[in-house]
Every structure is written in C-alpha cells, then in structure tokens.
C-alpha cells in the first residue's frame, strides 16, 4: 500500500479519508491519481472544487471529498500550509474527526493517539469476548478505552502498532471465516477459547433498502450531452442529466416535463426503454433513461452544460457513467 511508504501526514491523511467506507484495492489507484493531480496541501488547496470532485468521481461519498478540500484550504490558510501536529488543531479541520486523528499523527508524527475503526473494534470484541459495537455509544466508549489503555510511548512504534492492529482486523480477524490459526495473539484470545469468535461482536441490523425509481433526460448536441448540477447531501457538486424521483404510479414523462420547465427548458421525450440500477447507500435505484430532443435553446444558467461525460476534469455520477455507457451501445 503507496501510503505505508511515507511519513508524510498530507499522504497519510488522503489516504484516510479515502479509505473511509472504501476498500483498499478500491481506494489505492485513486490514491495515486489524486497525488499526481495535488501532490501537496498547496495543490490540493488552490485546486478548484470541481476538479478535486472529478478526481474522486467513482469513490462515492463525496462529503468526504469537499471536507478534504475545505481542510486543506485552511491548513494553508491558519498553519502556512504545514499540516498542524498538534491534536487539538487537526482535530478541528473539517472532515477530520477522533479515528483520522490518531490515525494520522500516530503514523506521521508518532504521536501517542489510539484508533478505533471497525476492524480494531472487531479484534477487541473478541480478543475480550464481550459484545461490544463500534456503532453504540456506549460500547465505543469502552472500546476507545481498551485501545488507549494498549497503546506504547509515543514513537514510531504508535504507527506501527496502530496499523498492525488496523492490518490483524482486516486480513486475520475478518468478520467472517477468521483465520485464527494465523493469529498471533490466538492464546490470548477469549472469544477463540470459547471457540466463538465470529459471535463476536453481536451482527447489528442493516437498514432496509429503499427502492428508489428515477427518471432522467439524455439530450445530446454536436456529440455533448446536456448535463444539470446535482444539489443535496449526498452528490452535490456532481454533474448528471437532467432528472427526477418518481412517486408510486407517477407518469415519467409528465414528471420530466415539468422538470425541465423549473430549468427554464422545453424538450420531445421519448422512452428509450433503457432501464439501469444503480444502488447509493441503501438505496436501489432503477433509473429510466428518456430520449430528449430540445426545443429552443438552453438557457445561460451556470448549473447546465452541455459536456462530454467522459471528461477527465468533469465530476459526473456514478450513474451519468452507466447512462452514457448505455446511449453508447444503442448507437454502435
């Protein structure tokens, strides 16, 4: 893993932030691309939103995009674009929060910080064989206490003993199937003397999924697409064609229509029959995709353009890329 090859805390921290509700062999060729793109804080801070969206276009969670970015226009700001060492003032950057602390001036610096991800919270529920749950407040408590309370002097071997433990959760002490004769604290182990392990910590209850039906318009001119700036928690900043959610028995085009008149547009639509799904979270998403010619011209807004999708420097949606696969097909 490239960020285990370096002290640098602005590495390091990236490499947190992505790791974040990713996988590692997801998260690594992102990794490269984002450094070569902002190889330092400077960079990363003087680089304009939507080229750092379009880098992490693919990694979902685009929150965690837009605080790195806001972070690091502050360290440039209040720290002369020197990542702070200190606990406190990292700490205080947005997107940063108890974990991507310890984790990174631990590893950077050797600050004497624990960290407590799903992986170590694993390995502590079964190594104490109590049923204890990151996601309950109470039970983190005591497990961010238990991570403390193991923790070396402050030196390098902090990083070192943080990531090994981060490494025993998610090759050795996997959720599921552990592999607790490669174990090397198995003598140790209560919930492996029980010969329970996978007991540990108790299953929580997964959130429904919620089946979520979308409509959108593709209009394409001179081999562009008309695409709409999404607004809202989960995907603002991140361009797709212009689009709606559609309620029980709700009739698509009726719903585009009026759609695209709050736009200030006027379109024929036609069903292209194509129907892609795509999940976000815990949504299922089945989007149907409308064939759209455009009846004058597009007003001057600047949340519409006409664009490539594919574009490199463009922060599209998971969804505008399986769309434009799509309309590929229908037209070879």
Known sequence: MPWRETRDPYRIWVSEIMLQQTQ?????????RFLQSFPDVHALADAPLESVLAQWAGLGYYR????????????????????????????????????????????????????LDGNVGRVFA?????????????????????AESLLPPAGP??????????????????????????????????????????????????????????????????????????EGAL?????????????????????LKRHLRALGLRARLTDSGVRVKHTITYRTIVAERWDGTLVGAAPRRPALRFADPAAADLAVTALTAKLAKTRQKSSE
């Open 126 to 146: 079964r190594w104490s064989a109590r049923p204890l749950q990151l996601k309950r407040p109470a039970d983190a408590k005591q497990l961010w206490a238990m």
């Open 24 to 32: 590692v062999t997801t998260a690594t060729p992102y990794y490269t």
């Open 235 to 255: 995907l603002a900043g991140l361009w797709e064609p212009p689009g709606v959610e559609l309620g029980p028995g709700e009739d698509a085009r009726t719903a």
């Open 64 to 115: 965690r995009a837009r605080c790195l970015h806001a972070a690091a226009q502050h360290v440039v700001r209040e720290h002369g674009g020197v990542v702070p060492r200190d606990a406190a003032a990292f700490a205080a950057l947005p997107g940063v929060g108890r974990y991507t602390m310890g984790a990174v001036l631990s590893i950077s610096h050797g600050a004497r910080l624990a960290v």
């Open 157 to 230: 071997q902090v990083g070192d003993w943080n990531q090994a433990l981060m490494e025993l959760g998610a090759t050795v002490c996997t959720p599921r199937a552990p592999r607790c004769e490669e174990c090397p604290v198995r003598a140790q182990c209560r919930a492996h003397a029980l010969g329970t392990p996978e007991a540990f910590p108790p299953v929580a209850a997964r959130r429904d999924s919620v089946a979520v039906r979308r409509a959108v318009v593709w209009i394409e001119r001179a081999g562009r697409v008309l695409l709409a700036q999404r």
